[in-house]
Every structure is written in C-alpha cells, then in structure tokens.
C-alpha cells in the first residue's frame, strides 16, 4: 500500500502485513524447508495468478531467516527475461546473492571462483543450451529432458538416443575444437565440476541449507520459463540446497507444452510428468472464498487509515481470535470495536476518513466479492479503481458527487459489463440532448443580443467545428452581413475578421491566447464566469472607412473535463474617444478587471522568446508588414 497525500494506493508486489492470513502455510513450509532431511528439495508454491504467492514467499523468508545456519535468498526470474542467456544470468546472481549472506570467508571464496566458472559457461552459450538436455539426462538420471527435444516417430527417436554420445562429441568439436577429449575445460566436465564444487562449498558447518525462492516464474515467456527450470534442477540441485519456486501451474503446463508438443508414438502427459521430475513437493494455495475476499476489502481500507504498527496489532487480534475461519464475515463494528480496544492510532485524516470510506465499500463488498473470483490481486485493482475515480470526481465537482453512486457504477462494470456500456450509452445520449439544449441556449443570447444592440453576436462550436453569426442592423448595413448564417467551415467567425485591421486583429487574437490559458487554470464551475474585451477596427464593406467596434468574448459552456464546448462572441459600435487598443479581462461576477500581468505571465507558457519579442514590438505600435525587417 502506497499514502500520498489524501490518496490511497495498493501495489501489486507483496505485502508486509499478513491480511491474507498465510502465516500457517509460511510456517509449515519453513519447517520443511530447514530440515537437513528434506534435502536436497524442490517445493512448488503454486496457485492462480494474484493469488498472493510473492506475499508468502516472503513470509516464508522472514521465518528462514532469523533460524542458525539457514541461508535464504530470493530470486526474482521475471528480473531475467531480457537476458539473452538467462541460464548464466540467474546461476551468477544466485551465486553472488550466497556469497554476500553466507558468513564463512572460505566458502565466500569458493563461490567466488564459482562465479567465475559462471563465465567459463558464457563462452559456450549455445553449446550449452543445446547440451543441457542430455546432461539433464545423465544427471538426474531421467531421460525425458532428452527425448523431449526430439520430435518424431519412436524409431527415430531411438536413433536419437542411440547416437546422443556422437552428437555430443560433434558439438564438442565444432564449438571448442579440442584435440584431447579429456580436457578438463570440455562442456560435460565443466557441469560435473560446478556441481561438485557448489555441493562442496556447501560443506561448512556454518550451513546447514541453502533455500533459493525463485518468484514471479509465471511471467516469464515460455521459453524463459523452461530454461530456468532447467537452471534449478541440472546445475544447482545439490545437498543441503531447497528450492521453492512460486508459479501458476497452469503456466508452466502451458510453457512446457509449447517447448515440447506431444511425440508420435508415445501416449504420455509430457507436462505433468515433466513438473513431477522437478518439484518434488507441491503445495497449493486455495482460492479465497467469498467471505474471505470481503474481509480482505474491508482490512485494505483499514490499512489506508491506520498507522503501521498499529494495523499490524489488529491484525494480530483478529488472527488469534480466529475470527478469520469462521463463518461470519468481520463486520465494520467489529473493526472499530478492536480499534477503540487496543486504543490504536490513525493516519492523518482520522477515524471520520475511514468510516466514510470503509461504509461505502462495507455496502458492496458482498457484491464485489462475488466478482473477484476470490483474487487478492483483483480486489486491490477495484479499490484502486474506486479510489482514483472518487478523487476525479472530487476536483472535477468537489461535493456534488455522491460517492456511494459512483462505488455502485464501479461494481456494475465487474458484475455486468455489457450492462455498464450499454448505461454509459445512454448517458452519452442523455449528454447529447444536453449539449443540443446548451446549443439552443446559446443561439436564442446571442440572438437577442443582435437584436437589443443592433450590432453582432457568433456563436462558436468546438464540437462541430461550426459558428452561427447572428446580426443587427449594424451588421446588416456596415458588414453586408443577413440576420443569420452559419459558417461549417470553422468554429471562429474568419467572414467578420476578414472586416478587421489586420494589425489590430493580430493583437485580438493574441488577448484571446492568453485568455484561453488564463481560464485554463481555473476550476471548471469559475471558466465561464470571464470574458476578454479589446477595440478593434472594423472597415464597412466596399470602403476603407473605418469604425471603432467593442469586441468581446466568453465561454458559453465547458465539458466536465474542462475543454471548452460553446463559446460566445460579441461586436458593437465604440463611441468613446479611447482609442488605444487595450484589453482587458473581466470577472462578469465580481465586475473585477484581472490585473494584465497576470494573465501576461501565461506567455511564457504558450510563445517563444521571438514570439515575446514580436508581441513586445506589436504593443509599441510596430506595424506587422515591418516585423519582417525587425
């Protein structure tokens, strides 16, 4: 779980507490794994992907730890799938992952020459990859790692074997050259050689096991996967060593049947027998049950609210009170009873946070975990899916929102997806005819401001890329403009700019620039509350007289996201004797003027420097066709 701020959010690696209750398994494979007896072993921790098998893999790990003369490490395959030769990759880490636990400087330097040996078999990386089945063979003294790699009829499969020795001796040949088949550097001797130099370092009285925990197996390609079964069971199952290897059955299955399909001519199950010559001692994870995953909502919020130290102790509680086995589900009052009991501390945000939270998500659980499929991983997701969303539509409508409709929305999209697109269709038809009607409302202003003014008012829609001119009298006679057309063609009115001074024109699209950005930084209730004014000249149709125009603009509506849907622009005769061409930005509520710095510093946001440059010579009165020479 990570706390930033207000929000709240589940990672998907393991956990530190035990809120699935694992602790039984974790102890009971701990005792297995430490006994001398048991060794050298292979336990398969297998369950669904989610399940929660890195969270026990680590419990495991903190019990092997703090036991005498157990070295415990962790590898992580997935960290290997990049590797061209995963083989050596993982044999080098798993090696240097030992030499900096085990405490004995002899046997650290015996791994240290290990390691180097590591890089003997780097050389030969495709010798090796392509000798490894038969030595698996020869070592484990089971033939189907080699027959595997052979396809065809029985016949030519026994011909295979038959001439394995030859095969061999011609790899030997081609990729090492050797004139002496004795040497010691060749490939089958190098292999004895580690294991025998691996199980000898191992001899200290210092070690009594090595457990190496091999997590997130089943997110390796298939190809990957086989390779670094093959790791574990041809180089580095030796005495005293105990692997335990966290995956989904189902992958590996998958992965060996993609390596190896079936052979002609023989009737066997090539991956369950393939699985049984590796993993001695299987042990699989349970699906949670309904019950168990509803608890396990209710406990993750908990976590978001309460200190560390403190969930940890209510954990503890409701472990011993074995509450987690029985047939009731832990209900809210339970939890706030233990809390007040064991007088625990919240997080910033307190108990009246958490209640509010913890009664929505104690309202659907039940539904939820009918959902989930009893996967921890999946009821992370949907709380963190739940807790994004909440904290959208706290910035987009601040209270407006109930929550408790929003969480209900969300379990509906697991319940019933169809459903749930099926319902966002109609609201995207429901939001249609509301955009229809914010249209409509738009066209009757800004048709009754031509006809108060007699002057002219455009509609603008960004939507449709479209803009509706409405005009009076004015319009009408200095424009030759109708009372009403609509231009398809763009949401901006370029048949009333094509009237404007051309450099006075520049400077009004610049203010509506730096508009655009200064409202852009608002909250969405506050963008329509402003509106940009400027002069600007305006030459009559078939003259070059020109006349002073008003010109102003505002935003008619915004999405909930904040883009921009309807935007309203006004032209009206000037009459005063200003007639510099100033804007301004007004708050239409307040009747406030935004100070011109402020949205001047938007500039810096949305121009370059020479752009600033031509925008500081435009403002002391440089003409625009000199700009060029500037």
Known sequence: MKRQGRVFMWLDNASDIDILFYEPYARIIADIAKNEQYNPLTVGVFGLWGAGKSTLLKLIGEKLKSQDGIICVTINAWMFESYDDAKTAIMEALLQELKEEVPVEETKKKLGKLIKRVDWFKLGTKAISTLAPVVASVATGNP??????????????????????????SLKDEYWKEEDASNDESTINNIRKFREEFSDALKSDDIKNVVVMIDDLDRCRPERIIEILEVIKLFLSVDRTTFIIAADENVIKYSIREKYPPMNGFDVELDKEYIEKIIQLPIYIPELSAKDIQNYLLLLVTQSYLEQESFKHLIDKIFEEKRTISGDVITLEEINKSIGELGLNWQDGGQTAFNETAKIIDEIREIVASTLKGNPRQAKRFLNTFITKRQLAKIYYGDEIDISILAKLLVLQKLDND?????????????????????????????????????IAVVSDFQNNECHIYSGRFGQTIMDFPEYMVDHTSAFENTVFSHANEEELIQRHILELRFFNFI?????????????SCIISFYRTGSNETIKILHTTRYFSCSNGGSVILGLCTYSPYFGSHNKQDGIIVNLVTGETVRRNVYEACDRKILSRRQLEILSLIAKGCPVNRLQTT
């Not at 790692?145 to 394995?164: C, D, F, H, Q, R």
């Open 144 to 169: 189907l790692p080699m027959l595997l790699n052979v396809t065809g009829s029985a016949e030519e499969i026994g011909n295979t074997v038959k001439n394995a020795a030859n095969s061999i001796q």
């Open 419 to 455: 459903l749930f697109i099926q319902l966002n269709e109609w609201n995207k038809e429901f939001d249609t005819e509301n955009k229809e009607f914010m249209l409509a409302q738009a066209r009757a202003c800004a048709n009754g401001y031509a006809l108060a003014t007699e002057g």
């Open 520 to 532: 852009k930084e608002l909250p969405i209730n506050e963008k329509t509350n402003f509106s940009a």
